[in-house]
């Protein structure tokens, strides 16, 4: 186990640049709440969105039929359908969704690409916002790699993954659950390559709420990627010799709202938990002014509650070569060869997920 399986609490101040750096070299989580730095930024209201970004403004919006955006869905993993749409008419989308117990569509600002600079959807809402974590940019050296927007209600779940950085995550409004599993029992997710498809919709005119997956397919040379919407598609697609694209992700979900409790006792047994405990998932929900430093490599998956979510997250690049990393590469490397997961590809690119 690296650090400790416990979550750490700061409540009054802010942690010094060294207490931070403490907690990034035992890759321990903490949370932070009420502190001073955390005043509520003025992004969490919406007239300041609205009025930084421009209510026409189009912005990129994950939709799905189901609220799970990049999950395993009946054994394919599912990626959402990604459309431009007015800011105004997103928020028009999310207040319905929000009192709706079962909505048909789902829509998520997840776009995890930066989208608060670098000409993303919300650069003009940077300046309403820290452009930084103090203690974290001192204790790290360096500024956030990127940073983001997230905006949705309780019907949007992200689903078990781990990132190759050090995430500083903010809630500004809303509520949010964060179930984390550290770098020492990831590997008993099982993580494999699933075949991928992308949520479309089927109607004439592509709006209706008919959903379907179609089969994403990728070219080995470029790595170009293309959706299938029909098997003629298919057919002249495989004719060009792509190959069906597939994804690495978790197979378990061992959270207190998994959806399949079998995962939990798989998970357990496997990391030697006792039977029916969840000790080894810690749980964390943040209320608006509170931030999570969710460590490098730890497996999340997140909820949000009821409302409007809106919470921003910086990324800081992680550090590899650390024994944190190594005993993480090692475990996994033990784990593959058990036959728990899929031997891992070389890691080339610090950006990628799993
Ligand atoms: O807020 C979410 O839905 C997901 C956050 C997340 O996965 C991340 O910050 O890495």
Redesign the pocket.
């Known amino acids: 186990m690296f650090g400790m399986q416990t979550i750490a609490e700061f409540d009054d101040a802010d942690p010094t640049a060294a207490q931070f750096a403490q907690l990034v070299c035992e890759n321990r989580p903490a949370v932070f709440r009420r502190l001073p730095h955390h005043k509520i930024p003025t992004a969490a209201e919406r007239e300041t969105v609205l009025a930084a970004v421009g209510d026409l403004a189009e912005v990129k919006v994950a939709v799905t039929p189901n609220g799970f955006a990049d999950a395993i869905v009946d054994g394919v993993f599912c990626l959402p359908l990604e459309s431009k749409m007015p800011l105004s008419e997103f928020y028009d989308l999310i207040d319905r969704e929000n009192s709706d117990e079962s909505p048909q569509s789902v829509h ?1 600002i ?1 776009s ?1 690409n930066n989208n608060m600079r670098d000409g993303g959807d919300f650069i003009n809402l940077f300046e309403h916002i820290p452009p930084d974590v103090p203690f974290a940019t001192a204790a790290l050296g360096a500024q956030p790699d990127a940073v ?1 927007f ?1 905006c ?1 209600t309780r019907h ?3 689903s078990f ?1 781990k ?1 190759h ?1 050090e ?1 500083l ?1 903010k809630v500004l409004a809303g509520s ?1 659950t964060f179930h984390l599993i550290s770098p020492s029992e990831s590997w008993a997710l099982e993580e494999r390559s699933w075949e991928t498809s992308q949520y479309v919709r089927r109607g004439a005119f592509g709006d209706s709420n008919e959903w379907g997956a179609a089969p994403v397919y990728i070219d080995p040379q470029t790595f170009e990627t293309h959706v299938a919407e029909t098997r003629t598609d298919e057919f002249e697609l495989c004719k060009r010799g792509y190959t069906r694209m597939t994804t690495r992700w978790a197979s378990l979900d061992p959270s207190q709202t998994t959806r399949n409790s079998d995962h939990v006792s798989i998970f357990n047994s496997r990391v030697g938990a006792a039977s029916g405990s969840l000790s080894t998932v810690l749980t964390v929900t943040l209320m608006a002014g509170d931030m999570l430093y ?1 460590p490098a490599l730890w497996s ?1 998956k ?1 909820e ?1 509650g009821r409302g409007i979510t809106v ?1 921003i ?1 910086y ?1 800081y690049d992680m550090k590899f070569g650390t024994p944190v990393f190594l005993m993480h590469q090692l475990l996994r490397g033990i784990a593959a060869d058990a036959g728990f997961m899929e031997r891992d590809e070389e890691i080339g690119d610090a950006d990628e997920e799993f």
Request: glycine fraction near 4%.
């Open positions: 998520y997840q995890q983001n997230w949705g949007a779940t992200t993954h990132d950085y995430n995550y949010k969710l999340h997140v949000q919470a997250n990324w």
